[in-house]
């Protein structure tokens, strides 16, 4: 009895969770009449793959994948390179202040972006990088450095201590210490934050729709957000779920694959083991 | 310095020489942080002191706090103060429930287990955006799935709702859709804490006879304080700054604004960047306020 109340849960749990994405792939699948017809058609046979043809067509959202592949990238590795090493300091170094350091961090990964969407609308701007990809590399820093120090500081400090002890034995300088043996075992930790911080980057909305302006710097998720289409009444609803599903699938198969490693990131720091 | 000189002869101590790398190490961050954190929180402080509009030409003129004066006597900004506060509570208790339901239904061993973990992860990898305008799809009171299910299929209600064309239904979709998106991360920190929670706990419980709601209720949710404490305090963070959502779908119109869509109306479409600021301030001290209060029950916490 308690295997079929599993059983059924489980099923409902699958079903709210995915339902959402299924119909998009299957609204992507069906002649663009269908979309808009009631009672709706559920399963997309046979599959009709115009509205695919259609998104691609449209020349803003394969420009729209390339930047958001290049922002996120670049938020990413950038931050990644700065917070390895801030992390490493808080983690393993005994520095006076670290502790509020480390409160400041995450009382940053709290930040309202709306509160500086104007000022740094006026820096970027300044810097003659409104409308770029770089200003919005920038921007985003302000959310996925806080994180990234915040996470791998948590996975360092869960690090074994012996190699690094035993290097201090022998005489080594702290750099030494961070270059031959903190950094090759962050290496797991760095893979799991990079991708937690892409997603989260590559996600991003706010920023993207206040620093940019023209079509052919625009991110994945304002166009997507924003499609309307051509002069007529109807939104086209058949691209619109064509471009979803095709930025969305490879989510998708990243969750499948690193599932593990994500869980792992999501919960740093939050129980304590 | 060599690597192999003796203690006695370094001239700074290990210590020392850890704590200047350190702070070196430090730096990179900290200097970013000032630059897109810091300073764009000061600039906004001193802009909405003064009238400045974005682009007028025209030198902005010191008002003090006259604009603060007008955020208190604009109705919409309670309007969209209210619509935030009722927004968090609602999404934040839903999400706590579902996400220790769905906590629940994982930590029990079957087969498949992994995949059933994967596909809830999906609606939070999925950026708000592009799942919203899903959602919005789904919504529309003619040909929308919701509705087909609701009333043609399933024959739960007798007629179609127009989601989206009413301030109450509206809100309650963007609280579903918020629900549906970010209860995988609170049932996942959940999980994370169930998993820690040792047999001989629910064992002892079995020889005392208790029932699965005693064991819940006695066991379970103490144990598990913590870990609901911190998803608590995200949740309710990341609620309170509440735009996606609310945008894509309406864009904040028909009274459905959130304090982070009523100040990017203002400081963006109304071009307004001297009241503009001063709502970014109120909402940075809101936001401050209540991460200032969890820091404090965290802090509780990790004492007890």
């Known amino acids: 009895m308690r295997r079929v109340f599993l059983f059924i849960s489980i099923l409902f749990v699958v079903l709210y969770a995915v339902f959402p994405f299924y119909w998009a792939v299957n609204g992507s699948l069906q002649p663009s009449q269908n979309l808009f017809r009631t009672p709706a058609d559920y399963l997309p046979v046979p599959p009709d793959f115009q509205s695919y043809g259609t998104a691609l067509k449209n020349e803003n959202f394969p420009i729209a994948i390339r930047n958001s592949a290049i922002v996120a990238g670049g938020a990413t590795l950038l931050s990644l390179a700065i917070a390895v090493l801030a992390a490493c300091a808080l983690a393993r170094f005994r520095m006076r202040g670290s502790g509020v350091v480390l409160a400041a961090v995450l009382g940053m990964t709290m930040f309202p972006q709306i509160s500086v969407v104007g000022a740094l609308h006026s820096i970027i701007t300044r810097l003659g990088l409104y409308n770029t990809l770089t200003g919005l590399i920038l921007s985003y820093l302000l959310f996925t450095l806080p994180f990234t120090v915040w996470v791998l500081t948590h996975f360092l400090r869960q690090l074994p201590r012996e190699l690094e002890e035993s290097a201090y034995i022998d005489g080594a300088h702290p750099l030494q210490v961070l270059w031959h043996v903190l950094l090759p075992l962050a290496i797991p930790g760095v893979a799991t934050t990079g991708l937690l911080a892409f997603i989260a980057a590559w996600n991003e909305y706010l920023f993207a729709l206040s620093f940019t302006i023209t079509d052919n710097v625009r991110t994945v998720p304002v166009v997507i957000a924003g499609f309307v289409g051509g002069g007529l009444h109807e939104v086209p609803w058949g691209p619109i779920m064509a471009a979803a599903v095709m930025v969305t699938l490879p989510l998708v198969l990243l969750v499948f694959i690193f599932q593990r490693k994500l869980v792992e990131g999501m919960t740093a720091g939050a129980v304590k083991e | ?304």
């Open chain 2, 1 to 304: 310095m060599s690597a192999r000189s003796s203690p006695k002869e370094r001239p700074f101590s290990l210590a020392q020489r850890e704590e200047r790398l350190g702070w070196i190490l430090l730096m990179p961050a900290i200097l970013v942080l000032i630059l897109v954190g810091l300073l764009p929180l000061i600039h906004t402080f001193t802009v909405s002191l003064t009238n400045a509009y974005m682009a007028s030409g025209r030198e902005p003129r010191m008002t003090w706090f006259h604009n603060y004066q007008m955020i208190v006597r604009d109705s919409e900004f309670w309007l969209a103060l209210r619509n935030t506060l009722l927004f968090t509570a609602s999404s934040v208790t839903l999400e706590m429930i579902l996400g220790m339901g769905i906590a629940l239904v994982l930590n029990s061993k079957f087969r498949g287990r992994g995949l059933v973990r994967a596909a809830v992860l999906i609606p939070w990898a999925l950026p708000t955006a592009v799942s919203a305008r899903v959602w919005s799809y789904m919504l529309v009171d003619t040909y929308g799935v919701i509705n087909d299910l609701l009333v043609t299929r399933l024959h739960l209600l007798d007629e179609k709702i127009a989601w989206l064309a009413r301030p109450g239904s509206a809100m309650a979709s963007m609280v579903i859709i918020d629900v549906w998106k970010t209860t995988p991360f609170v049932a996942l920190i959940l999980l994370a804490a169930l998993q820690l929670i040792p047999r001989q706990l629910y064992e002892a419980a079995d020889v005392d006879g208790a029932t699965a709601w005693q064991k819940f209720t006695r066991v379970t949710l103490p144990v598990l304080r913590p870990a609901i404490l911190v998803a608590l305090v995200f949740r309710t963070l990341d609620a309170m700054r509440v735009f996606d959502v609310i945008w894509v779908l309406t864009r904040g119109e028909m009274r459905t604004e959130s304090l982070a869509t009523y100040n990017f109306r203002h400081m963006v479409d109304f071009r307004n960047l001297g009241y503009g600021s001063a709502v970014s301030v109120v909402i940075f001290f809101v936001i401050a306020l209540l991460v200032a209060v969890y820091m404090m029950l965290l802090q509780k916490k990790d004492n007890d």
